[in-house]
């Protein structure tokens, strides 16, 4: 039985076990500093705090400090962390990943070095060769995955990318069961730009549905028209960074844009904003109440690689002015950009 380390006990990590158990691996699970609670959850057989989910009793819990163990003798490790901890974790993990045969990544987003901005991917080839790492090859998971549901068992469908395409065919064949469906790709820069740009968009898309929410009449046009322009520009930067544009319109593309649309703490601060709060207002708020709006730094991220580019995204450039600009109507530049006429 092949051994899997997920290090990273929050809800993608320890949703992932799910389907990695029932596809036949012997799973392990590392927690951080900060997933204690969780993991004394997790080994009493209580539900998950997050995903309202038990763990399977199969998975094998490590803490902190039993980073070695943990990775022992394991052929696939997975990082699934939040993506400003992922260099850390990596850091830590690198003298043990010797002999693992390849290395996955849930995380997602962009990285900035002091003179540019890059996929997260290639930030952790450089870090590691800077490090003196041997690190294996990468396989990029990403896709529609709502973590509640992965770790319940409902059907989900999800994209292993690598560069090496035998490599993710072998590995999507390993992990699929019949509630995980795993397409492989080769096209990992297109994914990784998909997985970093989703929660920029959402915000705007989460607007159209707090305007609907504030007087009750349906803005159904508008979200239609701002969901073709947010994969439009998906598109045309996974095109611009040498990755496929048809990437746009998969499920990393769409199908994620999709999800998080619907059930993301981005898509939630766009609603707010769609109903009349001051997005700077709004921002402070949820952010008072612990929760981390992914499309706000993504989106000042997003913004210099745009420029870095030369592209020309407008209803990216909107969501960026809104959140750190000085923007007097949100509402009606967004609905402007999406319509394609003057605000």
């Known amino acids: 039985m092949a051994v899997i380390t997920v290090l990273g006990a929050g809800a993608m990590g320890s949703a992932l076990t799910r389907p990695l158990v029932e596809a036949g691996w012997q799973v392990r699970l590392w927690g951080s500093i900060y997933d204690d609670a969780i993991l004394d959850a997790i080994d009493a057989g209580q539900a998950h705090p997050t995903l309202k989910e038990t763990i399977s009793p199969a998975v094998t819990t490590f803490r902190a400090g039993q980073l070695a163990q943990a990775v022992n003798q394991a052929q696939v490790v997975v990082i699934s962390v939040a993506s400003g901890a992922v260099v850390s974790v990596l850091e830590q993990v690198g ?88 397409t492989p790709s080769q096209d990992e820069i297109g994914v990784e730009v998909c997985a970093a740009l989703k929660n920029i968009y959402a915000i705007a898309l989460g607007i159209a549905d707090g305007m609907s929410a504030a007087d009750e009449q349906p803005r159904d046009n508008l979200r239609a028209a701002i969901f073709v322009q ?23 593309g769409m199908g994620d844009l999709q999800l998080t649309s619907t059930a993301g703490r981005s898509r939630l601060y766009g609603h707010a904003v769609g109903a009349g709060q001051n997005p700077r207002q709004a921002l402070e708020q949820m952010q008072s109440q612990g929760l981390t709006i992914e499309g706000s730094p993504a989106a000042l991220i997003a913004h210099q690689l745009v420029q870095q580019l030369g592209l020309n995204a407008p209803l990216l450039e909107a969501v960026y002015q809104m959140l750190h600009g000085h923007v007097d109507d949100a509402r009606a530049l967004i609905c402007a950009v999406a319509l394609g006429v003057d605000a």
């Open 95 to 182: 003298p043990y990943l010797d002999g693992v045969e390849s290395l996955w990544l849930t995380s997602k987003g962009f990285w900035q070095t002091k003179t540019e901005v890059e996929l997260l991917p290639e930030a952790i080839k450089q870090i590691a060769k800077t490090k003196g790492i041997n690190l294996p090859p990468l396989v990029a998971i990403a896709g529609p995955v709502k973590a509640s549901e992965c770790a319940s068992a409902k059907p989900t469908a999800t994209v292993f990318a690598c560069r090496d395409y035998e490599l993710a065919k072998r590995y999507a064949k390993t992990v699929t069961t019949p509630n995980y469906s795993v």
């Open 230 to 252: 947010a994969v439009t520009e998906m598109a045309s930067l996974c095109h611009a960074l040498g990755g496929d544009l048809q990437t746009a319109y998969g499920l990393a």
